[in-house]
């Protein structure tokens, strides 16, 4: 029922991506026009939503099928088209409230393909970009969860994976001699909700780093 609604505000928005199965897996499929905030017409994707199983408790994925996007990592799409449209922990900490597929298209699968197009014209992204593979995670522990130091990340990891949160009025891991409610007390609650597979493949590279050092 919940789908069922959702597609039908997809239709409301962009009336010509539709409800599809292929080889028993769900999408939204079709074709996406892009305009300017100003209304003028851009240009037009063919796309597919991949619906997760567990929808809408997991990630939806993007697939750009009429291959205007040059298949290279600058441009944050695989060979076979799907495309990165968010850094992996921001689109799961989403998928714990709930992703609707209405939602992720107006929220990412837009804005993405609008910066394709600013990109193709300006050679950058209009709002930036996080890095490619691993340093785009580090970009995104020092910027969003003000993490900078691989021992401490590693720490802080290690505490959520051992589902030991520090008491709001206990020092903060961190070493900064701060109480944890005025120090890493948010970052430590947005990875939680991560999923521990994600943050295990963190804790694995940032080990790499210290090894290598």
Same mark, same amino acid.
């Given at each position: 029922?919940?789908? $069922?609604?959702?597609?039908?505000?997809?239709?409301?928005?962009?009336?010509?991506?539709?409800?599809?199965?292929?080889?028993?897996?769900?999408?939204?499929?079709?074709?996406? &026009?892009?305009?300017?905030?100003?209304?003028?017409?851009?240009?037009?994707? %063919?796309?597919?939503?991949?619906?997760?199983?567990?929808?809408?408790?997991?990630?939806?994925?993007?697939?750009?099928?009429?291959?205007?996007?040059?298949?290279?990592?600058?441009?944050?799409?695989?060979?076979?088209?799907?495309?990165?449209?968010?850094?992996?922990?921001?689109?799961?900490?989403?998928?714990?409230?709930?992703?609707?597929?209405?939602?992720?298209?107006? %929220?990412?699968?837009?804005?993405?393909?609008?910066?394709?197009?600013?990109?193709?014209?300006?050679?950058?992204?209009?709002?930036?970009?996080?890095?490619?593979?691993?340093?785009?995670?580090? $970009?995104?522990?020092?910027?969003?969860?003000?993490?900078? &130091?691989?021992?401490?990340?590693?720490?802080?990891?290690?505490?959520?994976?051992?589902?030991?949160?520090?008491?709001?009025?206990?020092?903060?891991?961190?070493?900064?001699?701060?109480?944890?409610?005025?120090?890493?007390?948010?970052?430590?609650?947005?990875?939680?909700?991560? &999923?521990? %597979?994600?943050?295990?493949?963190?804790?694995?590279?940032?080990?790499?780093?210290?090894?290598?050092?």
């Amino acid at each position: 029922m919940k789908l $069922q609604k959702d597609i039908e505000l997809i239709k409301e928005v962009f009336p010509k991506l539709g409800y599809a199965v292929h080889k028993k897996k769900k999408f939204i499929k079709g074709d996406i &026009d892009i305009c300017d905030v100003d209304g003028n017409y851009w240009d037009t994707f %063919s796309i597919a939503v991949l619906i997760p199983e567990k929808y809408p408790f997991d990630v939806p994925i993007l697939f750009e099928l009429s291959e205007k996007i040059p298949r290279e990592d600058k441009r944050h799409i695989s060979k076979l088209g799907q495309c990165c449209v968010d850094i992996d922990h921001e689109l799961l900490h989403w998928s714990k409230r709930g992703i609707l597929i209405s939602e992720f298209i107006k %929220s990412k699968v837009y804005p993405f393909l609008a910066n394709q197009l600013y990109y193709e014209e300006k050679g950058e992204y209009a709002n930036g970009e996080y890095d490619h593979f691993f340093n785009g995670v580090k $970009q995104f522990y020092a910027t969003k969860l003000n993490l900078h &130091d691989p021992k401490i990340i590693i720490e802080v990891i290690n505490f959520i994976l051992a589902n030991k949160i520090p008491g709001r009025n206990d020092l903060c891991p961190c070493g900064n001699n701060k109480k944890f409610k005025h120090c890493h007390e948010s970052s430590f609650h947005y990875l939680k909700s991560v &999923d521990r %597979s994600r943050l295990l493949k963190d804790l694995g590279e940032f080990n790499l780093i210290i090894n290598k050092e």
